[in-house]
Structures are given as structure tokens and as C-alpha cells.
């Protein structure tokens, strides 16, 4: 157990000095980072003083260690805009990104578990039909044009709901169900293929000759065991919910993670939308690397094979 | 020598499937096409071709003498000429979503055609040559699944500036991982596969035998990934061009003009949002279908992917 979990550190590890060495790499060969931190039409002697000052003077691997020195000590430079560390605008919009994801979360676990099991439980019924054409769906419509869509129904037309902003659960709906739209239908497929093959296995079949009645089959020997899987994508999820909620978090207003980054694009903010950015690495690979441990912990066979 | 040669030359002629089977394959479906997928995609494939012919206006130019925000030709206050009414401009939404499927389609083919063609080599090579390219193929393509596509494709697109090309680059850049990692296994077997055997102890380069074996028997996963993708991408050019990142104006995309017409959403100007995002749904909803009647028809193992 400690080998392999020494060696899924080491490759995490691996993974963020790669990451970062991409992120740093594509600043420098796009362009001339001064460019992005100076005002344009700046004299050349005030671009030097900008070099100068952020280190950009140095050789590059010089300017790689220091980045990634930086990065490892939790220091992911100074935003221009709101002259703050981005660690800590990241830490302060975190608890909204959480409030969003998790509700989005829980809309695809109401959508996606019941009708990936309905669907499993009567495959080819009408039921299993009306779960793929859900699936279908949930992956052709983008979550954006959803919440857009709502916003014109719910709150231009019915009134019934704020258009954007946080505070209630009314603020909360619009935007949750926009983001947890894609994310229920891949539940969906997930719980439906998951809970086909337990169905399919020998100790469900044994559970059916002892003679207990159908539903506690699925309810209690099938569906716990199904549900393992779809655990562990809906964690990942969870993750990339956060940090990937741009475009949902732009449209409702929402001051979380992804808004962030948005104000980060528009001001030319570069450090702010590099530091987000590997921020949101760090934190999924953490996540992948501690849902990995558990994994071996209480399944020995993953810990031998891999 | 010789003797071995030739007899090798006789079983791998029998046992690879090669060029030739893969042609067979292909033309033994030919003859069952998928109706539906087919009906929505033909017609945007026409309309994004022709689009010089059948526009009725210039889409980044307004109307001589319009109304901005006239609605569709059906509601009260339309302009009759712009049959799905004008946007901020007076530009008609009818001709910029015609030259907007020209954009979606290149974009999301190009871009699908890039990522599969950098996912495809780098899996093939990661599973033929295995070792140490294995190893550093496979930790880059960690580092590149570490990160939300959509948050690197951002990040890129911030960076690179916009433009159509560029966004095809930066899709096809973050897109490759899965094809890596599913061409890898599939040809970790096919490593093991008697005809990959007897063409390399008959002394066939590393890269024939990859040309001849390796890479036609890969084509249908790669195939079947690709209808996978477009969708993906064309759904990402969209919320790049949405966000300001991606097409830039005055060049007509379906994400912008979802962008363009959030601001008159408070007001009611439904056309703006609906229709856009209406073009989007289908052609994404035809390539999933579409996808599916592939993945059933070429690889029955990618059924639960």
C-alpha cells in the first residue's frame, strides 16, 4: 500500500511539473509575456523596467524554476487587477463555485441516478427509450443556451425566478440546473451501463433463485454495488464543476471560479488567468490522486494490478 | 531466409486485414445509411457550402435602411425582407446563421480532423514502441486530462489570440487526449496479434509494419471517436466564441451571436437566443446520432464509451 501510494504521488507530481511547464511554455512561445503586462504603445525603456522587474530578463529555465518554486510554495503571483494575491481570489470565490457545483450536482444525481436505473431495470421499454433520448439530449444542448433559455422563460416571460446574482434558492435554480444539465446526462449513461452489468452478474442471479422479490434485488444487492462507479465520476464532476462553470457562472452573474477567470480574460489580466488556471490543475489532480488511494484502500486488487 | 519470408508473406496475407478488409468493411454498410442523423446534416453541409448563394444579405454588413432588433417575419413590427429578423446592427440573423454553420461545420471538422490526428499518432506510437516514449507519451496526456478541456482551451485562446484557424488548433490541442489513451490499448493487442508478429519477424521496419497493420486496424476506433468529437468541439468553438475568445466579430459565429443577443434577452428579443442556439442543438444532436449508428456498425467493444 505505501509503494503504491508513493508511486501515484510521484506520478501526480509528474503530471503538475508538466502541467505547469506547459502553461509557463505557452506564455512564452505565444508571445512576449511584457507585451500582456504593459500598456500598449509602451516606450522601450519602460518594457525593460517591466522585464526587469518580473524576472523576465532571465534565462528560461532560470524563469521555469522560479515559477515552479513559486507555484509549489502556493504562490501563484499577484493579479494586476484587483492587486491581490490569485491564490487568494481563488480561496474567496471557492465557497461560491462549491454552493453552485454542489446544487448542480445534486439536480444531476435527480435526473440522472433514477432514470439510469429505470432504464437498466426495463431495457428496451419505453422507459429505456425516454432515458436515451434524455442522454441524447443532455450531450447535443449546451448547458449555456439552457440557462439562457430559462432566463427568457422563467424569468423574462413567467416572472417567476431572478435572473441573475446569488443570495436565495431562487437564485440558485436557473444556474445549477444549466450546469448540472450535461453532467446528469452522463450520469445517466453511467448508471445505466453500471447497473446492466451488476444485473448480469452471479450473485444477482443467485439473490433472484433464493427467491427474493425483485425490487429488493435491484434496491439493495444491485444498485449499492452500481452506485460505486458513479460515485467516483460524480467526484470528479464535482471537481470540474467548480473550475469549469465559465460560461454559467457569466451568464447568472454568479461571482464564483469561473467568473473570475472571465474578468481575467477581459482586463488582460494574465497573471490572474494563469494562476486560476493552474490552481484548477493543482486541484484536480489532488482530487484524482486522493479518490485513487481510496480506491486501493478499500479495493486491495487495484493496488496489485496497477 | 527466403523460405521463411515467403511463407510469412502467405499467412500475414490471410491473417491482416489491412487496407483491403478495411475497404470491405466501409463499403459493407454503405448500403444501410443512418436516415435521420443524415436529413439534419446534409441540409447544413449544403447551406454552409453554398452559403455565397443562398444568404440573401452580407452577414457582417446591416440592412440598407432596417430596423435594429426587427423580430421574424410571423410577429408584429417585422421587416419582410429579413425573414428571422435583425440583430443589434440590423444585420439579418437568417444570413449570419447561414455563414455560421459554414464556421461550426470547419471548426468542428478541422478541429476533430487535428486532435484526432495528434491523438492517433502519439497513441500509436505510445503502444508500438512502448518504453520510455510510452512513459513520457502517457504522462503528458495525464498532464493535458488534468485540466478542464474548456478552462485550457480559454487559457489557450486568451493567449494565442483569436481567430478561426487558431481555434481549430487550440480544439484540436485539447481534445487528442482520448484518442491517445483508447488508440494505446487498442494497439497494445494488437502488439500481440499474429499478423503484427509474423510481419516483424519477416523483417518489416517499425514503420511499415505501422502503416500497413497497425494503423488501418486502428482507423475504425479513431473513426468512431471522431463522431465523438465533433459535437464536442463544435459545442467548445461556441462557448469560446461566446465568451469573446473565440471567432471574432464581425465574422458570423453561432456562439457570438448567442453573445450579441444576451443583452436583449431582458427585453424579450427571443429570435437573438433561440434560433442560434436551435442551429447548434441539431447539428450537434445529428453527429451524436450519427456517432451512435458508427460505434454500432464498426466497434461494438466502444459501445459504453
Not at chain 1, 445517466?188 to 451488476?198: A, D, G, I, K, Y
Not at chain 2, 494488437?190 to 523483417?203: C, D, H, N, P, T
Request: proline share 6%; glycine share 8%; with cysteine.
Amino acid at each position: 500500500m505505501a509503494r503504491f501510494i508513493i508511486r501515484r504521488t510521484l506520478y501526480a507530481l509528474v503530471t503538475l511539473l508538466i502541467l505547469s511547464l506547459t502553461i509557463f511554455m505557452v506564455i512564452r512561445l505565444t508571445g512576449d509575456p511584457v507585451t500582456l503586462l504593459a500598456e500598449p504603445g509602451a516606450h522601450a525603456e519602460d518594457l525593460d523596467r517591466i522585464r526587469a522587474e518580473w524576472g523576465l530578463d532571465r534565462s528560461w529555465p532560470v524563469q521555469y524554476l522560479t515559477f515552479a518554486k513559486n507555484v509549489f510554495t502556493g504562490d501563484l503571483g499577484k493579479s494586476f487587477n484587483y492587486d491581490m494575491p490569485v491564490s487568494t481570489l481563488y480561496f474567496q470565490r471557492l465557497p461560491n463555485s462549491l454552493e453552485l457545483a454542489l446544487a448542480a450536482t445534486l439536480i444531476s444525481f435527480l435526473i440522472g441516478i433514477p432514470a439510469g436505473l429505470i432504464s437498466a431495470v426495463k431495457v428496451n421499454s419505453v422507459w429505456d427509450n425516454t432515458g436515451k433520448v434524455i442522454a441524447l439530449f443532455g450531450l447535443a444542448v449546451p448547458g449555456f443556451w439552457l440557462g439562457l433559455v430559462m432566463i427568457l422563460v422563467f424569468s423574462v416571460w413567467l416572472g417567476w425566478l431572478p435572473t441573475s446574482g446569488q443570495g436565495s434558492w431562487q437564485h440558485l435554480i436557473m444556474p445549477a440546473v444549466a450546469l448540472g444539465w450535461y453532467f446528469a446526462a452522463s450520469l445517466l449513461r453511467l448508471t445505466r451501463s453500471s447497473m446492466l452489468e451488476v444485473l448480469r452478474s452471479e450473485y444477482i442471479k443467485l439473490a433472484r433463485l433464493k427467491g427474493l422479490p425483485g425490487y429488493v434485488v435491484i434496491a439493495v444487492h444491485a444498485f449499492k454495488n452500481a452506485l460505486i462507479p458513479v460515485l467516483t465520476l460524480a467526484g470528479v464532476n464535482l471537481v470540474v464543476m467548480i473550475n469549469a462553470a465559465v460560461i454559467i457562472e457569466v451568464i447568472f452573474a454568479w461571482p464564483g471560479i469561473g467568473r473570475l477567470l472571465y474578468e481575467g480574460i477581459f482586463q488582460r489580466d494574465f497573471p490572474l488567468v494563469q494562476g486560476v488556471v493552474m490552481e484548477a490543475g493543482i486541484m484536480i489532480v489532488v482530487i484524482n490522486l486522493t479518490i485513487d488511494i481510496l480506491y486501493a484502500y478499500i479495493d486491495p486488487r487495484i493496488r496489485l494490478t496497477r | 531466409m527466403a523460405y521463411v519470408t515467403e511463407q510469412t508473406r502467405a499467412a500475414l496475407a490471410a491473417a491482416s486485414p489491412g487496407w483491403a478488409g478495411l475497404r470491405r468493411r466501409w463499403l459493407r454498410f454503405a448500403g444501410q445509411l443512418p436516415v435521420v442523423p443524415l436529413a439534419i446534416l446534409v441540409p447544413f453541409v449544403l447551406v454552409a457550402v453554398f452559403a455565397n448563394a443562398i444568404a440573401p444579405f452580407d452577414p457582417t454588413d446591416p440592412i440598407p435602411g432596417a430596423k435594429i432588433f426587427a423580430p421574424p417575419f410571423w410577429a408584429e413590427g417585422a421587416n419582410p425582407t429579413a425573414r428571422l429578423g435583425t440583430d443589434f446592427q440590423g444585420r439579418d440573423v437568417l444570413s449570419r446563421l447561414i455563414f455560421g454553420a459554414r464556421v461550426s461545420l470547419i471548426v468542428g471538422v478541422m478541429g476533430t480532423v487535428v486532435a484526432g490526428g495528434i491523438g492517433t499518432t502519439l497513441g500509436i506510437l505510445a503502444g508500438y514502441l512502448g518504453g520510455w516514449v510510452d512513459q513520457v507519451i502517457m504522462r503528458i496526456t495525464d498532464a493535458w486530462l488534468a485540466l478542464p478541456a474548456l478552462v485550457f482551451a480559454i487559457f489557450l485562446a486568451t493567449m494565442v489570440g483569436p481567430s478561426m484557424w487558431n481555434i481549430i488548433v487550440i480544439l484540436g490541442a485539447v481534445y487528442w487526449t482520448r484518442y491517445a489513451r483508447v488508440i494505446r490499448g487498442e494497439v497494445l493487442s494488437l502488439r500481440e496479434r499474429e499478423f503484427v508478429k509474423l510481419s516483424e519477424i519477416a523483417g518489416a521496419s517499425s514503420a511499415r509494419v505501422i502503416l500497413r497493420h497497425v494503423l488501418p486496424n486502428v482507423l475504425n476506433s479513431a473513426m468512431v471517436l471522431a463522431s465523438l468529437t465533433i459535437g464536442v468541439v463544435i459545442i467548445a468553438e461556441a462557448s469560446l466564441s461566446f465568451l469573446g475568445v473565440g471567432v471574432p466579430p464581425p465574422e458570423p459565429a453561432w456562439g457570438s451571436m448567442l453573445a450579441d443577443g444576451r443583452s436583449m434577452l431582458m427585453v424579450g428579443d427571443w429570435w437573438l437566443t433561440v434560433f442560434p442556439g436551435l442551429c447548434i442543438m441539431m447539428v450537434v444532436l445529428a453527429t451524436q446520432l450519427l456517432g451512435d449508428w458508427l460505434r454500432i456498425r464498426l466497434d461494438p467493444q466502444l459501445r459504453n464509451l
